[in-house]
């Protein structure tokens, strides 16, 4: 299974921000969406960071309530990985395993299309081991 078969099935909406807004604007906008993560996009609608749940906790622990007025430039992450359409979800979910991130950003040719979550990636997995059982039981009932 691949990243783009996930895509195909959840959609290719990502709800995406730029650097400069207030750390408050992006967290009324994870709230009004009910997301886990914001992608921060640059003028050229490249990704330059990303925005979590975990990066909004981290800035308020680390600086006080005041950080939500800053601009997100200042707390979001910005080194993000990435994958491609073509990778298999096995891969992925060893990626977001070892970064401990639960956001993926799918980019082609610098371009975003698209963004898997952990909850998608389980999803998948779920399906998938339907349609093995019932493969199996099919198997069994016609031997």
């Known amino acids: ?12 909406d990502v709800i995406s921000i730029e650097p400069t807004v207030s750390l408050e604007t992006a967290v009324k906008t994870l709230a009004k969406h009910r997301i886990g993560a914001l992608l921060v996009l640059g003028p050229d609608r490249r990704v330059v960071g ?8 981290r800035a308020i622990g680390e600086q006080g309530a005041n950080v939500l007025t800053k601009p997100l430039a200042q707390v979001m992450t910005r ?13 992925i979910m060893e990626r977001m395993t070892a970064g ?9 040719q610098d371009q ?10 389980v999803k998948d997995r ?6 093995e059982s019932a493969a199996l039981r099919d198997y069994i009932q016609t031997a």
């Open 79 to 91: 080194k993000v990985v990435t994958c491609g359409e073509t990778e298999s979800v096995g891969t």
């Open 126 to 131: 779920l399906r998938e081991m339907d349609l």
């Open 1 to 12: 299974m691949s990243v783009k078969t996930i895509l195909s099935i959840k959609g290719r």
């Open 50 to 57: 990303i925005l979590s749940e975990r990066d909004v906790v």
């Open 100 to 108: 401990k991130f639960r956001h993926l950003p799918v980019v082609e």
């Open 112 to 121: 975003v299309v698209g963004i898997i979550s952990i909850g998608d990636v």
